[in-house]
């Protein structure tokens, strides 16, 4: 089946009518000539495999490259980080051996983009960054000095500004005690990474600049893992009790824990207490419209994979590429968690 770009379609349609479009016209597939597809090899690591939106992202990655454009399957090599920066490195050194033409690196740590970008430069091999954004010094680099490296990604900061949109959007604006603030606890994706760092910031900018008062009970990393999640929430249940009233977590996974730590203590999401991931998940999504998450924001896996092999065939094609490429995060509502999950499917 061929995916689109989902927030192209979502979005378009959501501005017009908060619907979502029953189909659109085919996107243009990405011109191949002058790529060798037959022959093209193409190397990728993921930081580590068992994390729920990566495998995602990973499996639309290797689809979109052989099903869509063609490219042979034993020319792929997708590789697990382990999330252990020295092993991913060693497999981004296999890659330089085996003489991959392009990479797709989800690095382990963001800070090491400097030297893993002038081990692939060296070797004269352009890479295609996902997911993990490198710093802003690293990117102007790669730009000022003709570097073959850029970055596919999303923003984070929309994506945190729309979670907090989705408590003001609750009948309470998410002060279900009504005395006057919002009392709220942040589970955090790992710190390293700007994804965690901007959602867990403008989640809660949303409120504030919306001239809400907030107090947080609680901000602990649960290194985007929904056991992690699981036993804070039910850890910051115990010790705050009725004073929580709205559960932020950086992503889905980690919202999945935070629900059955809810449900087991008895607490009623979208009654007594407000619950928002990110990712949109299809078990999110399947929780959203029963009733029993408040919200998610979709982190677009399809278009972002698509639009990484669709740089990475700009590089095979000799062509420039810019820096930095974003693909919008979308809001996902019980309004609208029935459209995304049909088009996922
Ligand atoms: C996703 C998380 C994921 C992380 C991995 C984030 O953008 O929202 O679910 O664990 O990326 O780096």
Redesign the pocket.
Known sequence: MKKKFLSLILGAAMTASMMVAPAMAAEAPIDLTGVDVENAKVGISI?KFD????TLYRTELVRYLTEDLGFKEENITVTDGKNDQAEQTNQINNFITAGVDVMILNLVQSSSAPQVTDLCNEAGIPVVYI??QPEEAESDRWESEGIKATYVGADARQSGTFQGEEILETANGGDINGDGKVSYIMVQ?DPE?V?AQYRTEFSVKALTDAGVEVEELLLQRGD?DQAKGQQIVQDALTQFGEQIEVVFCN???MALGALQSIQAAGRVVNEDIYLVG??ALTDALQNIQDGNMTGTVF?DHISQAQTAVNMAVNYLKGEEVAPINMVDYVKATSENAGDILALLQ
């Open positions: 930081y994390d729920n939106f990566m997911n993990r994706g990474n994804d985007w992503n889905d996974a990110v990712d982190n």
